[in-house]
């Protein structure tokens, strides 16, 4: 089954004042809690899972500048009350439902994490493909 939304409720970020030289960037999603939730519009209930992003930027072990995003996945599954049942005894969730949660949580993070850090005047967390001259090469036809 599907994750059906990303809903954000939480956006923070703040930067030191010398951000030069070599940064180290780390990305950590974390699933918090998992309830029931009734999807109104499907009329079906789902899975509210809460998550907390951050976004770490650091220079010789020191912290310069952060940007956290917290939020809620919806995902229908079609055993709800198992998997709830789960987490509450073990804080897990199956492969087939943290994979796609996981990665609904870095796309919609990273791409709000892109925007702020533009904002704030640090590098993006991922690194863009960059164009490169294309090499005169030589080719040999024989």
């Given at each position: 089954?599907?994750?059906?939304?990303?809903n954000?409720?939480?956006?923070?970020?703040?930067?030191e004042?010398?951000?030069?030289?070599?940064?180290?960037?780390?990305n950590?999603?974390?699933?918090?809690?998992?309830?029931?939730r009734?999807?109104?519009?499907?009329g079906k209930?789902a899975?509210?899972?809460?998550?907390?992003?951050?976004?770490?930027?650091?220079?010789?072990?020191?912290?310069?500048?952060?940007?956290?995003?917290?939020?809620?996945v919806?995902?229908?599954?079609?055993?709800?009350?198992?998997?709830?049942?789960?987490?509450?005894?073990?804080?897990?969730?199956?492969d087939?439902i943290v994979?796609?949660?996981?990665?609904?949580?870095?796309?919609?993070?990273?791409?709000?994490?892109?925007?702020?850090?533009?904002?704030?005047?640090?590098?993006p967390p991922?690194?863009?493909?960059?164009a490169?001259?294309?090499?005169?090469?030589?080719?040999?036809?024989?």
């Amino acid at each position: 089954m599907p994750v059906i939304g990303v809903n954000l409720r939480k956006i923070d970020s703040e930067r030191e004042d010398d951000v030069g030289g070599n940064l180290k960037v780390n990305n950590t999603p974390k699933i918090k809690e998992v309830k029931m939730r009734t999807v109104g519009s499907l009329g079906k209930e789902a899975l509210s899972i809460d998550f907390d992003y951050l976004c770490e930027y650091s220079k010789d072990d020191e912290k310069i500048a952060e940007i956290e995003i917290g939020g809620e996945v919806l995902f229908l599954t079609d055993d709800p009350e198992g998997v709830l049942e789960n987490w509450e005894e073990n804080k897990d969730l199956p492969d087939e439902i943290v994979v796609p949660v996981i990665n609904s949580i870095m796309r919609k993070s990273l791409t709000k994490a892109v925007d702020i850090s533009e904002s704030l005047q640090i590098p993006p967390p991922i690194r863009f493909p960059k164009a490169k001259k294309k090499a005169d090469s030589a080719r040999y036809i024989g």
